[in-house]
């Protein structure tokens, strides 16, 4: 988790209700808390004092700082610039909602056994599918797009039929999910099978592709390692080429799956440890 998730990730989880609380910097604080007004930040609570945040540019490059200086002078909160990139890229957004809302959970808990049965099938973490599948539909099957994409996987006809995936009855939910994890996996091993990437990247990178299509993820990371990026990371390096290029659609996309992978991810070890509570109970009352 260090280091993927920035503090704005956190806020934007503690907004949904996933997590309860957290620490961030002042001067982040007065910026979010524009945006989240339902978030109560308790600026009286300090950790520490006397931080210091800046950028830092070698000293031989004044034009760089000065660009910087003149960037933040037009565009800092407040002036007419920064109202408006904050109106456009914060306050218009499409938030993360709560994965473990009451309904929502009912959908994850009755879809759990699906998800395990084809993830396992189709190699991928369980998890990271229902988190796939919450950020698609909100595992709900009743869902269609206006692009006429189906179910909890958000499958489309046409690629539901297709010769690899030849699982054309996508408004059955297993068939759904079925078909919405095999396209997966011919995604992850057509284009991200290099030896290079490991398990947790090549994942990631066949969830791009399964919302902005192969060959353009592909030309991303292309153009990453020629930007000085790590082709084979997708957090903090070719996101950040994709946010250039094709805008926060997939990045959000791939982001927002994370974020409900660690909700789901802590909700199960939660639930194994009130289970082995549970059991530990009943031995003691056997015994």
Known sequence: VAGILKEEDILKMMHAGIIPASVIDSIKAELWSKIFTEITFHHDIVIRTDGEIAWAVRKNNPDLQNQINDFWRFHQPGTLMGNILIRKYLQNARWITNPLSKEALERFVEAVPLFKIYADQYDFDWLMIAAMAFQESGIDQQVISPAGAVGVMQ??????????IDIPDIYNLESNIHAGLKYLRFIADRYFGDEQLDEFNATLFALAAYNAGPARILRLRHEARESGFDPDIWFGN??????????RETVEYVSNIYKYYLAYRHFQEKEMQRQEFKNTLNYECER
């Open 155 to 164: 499958v489309l006809p046409d690629t539901a039929v297709h010769p690899h």
């Open 238 to 247: 070719v996101e950040i080429i994709a946010a250039h290029r094709i805008g």
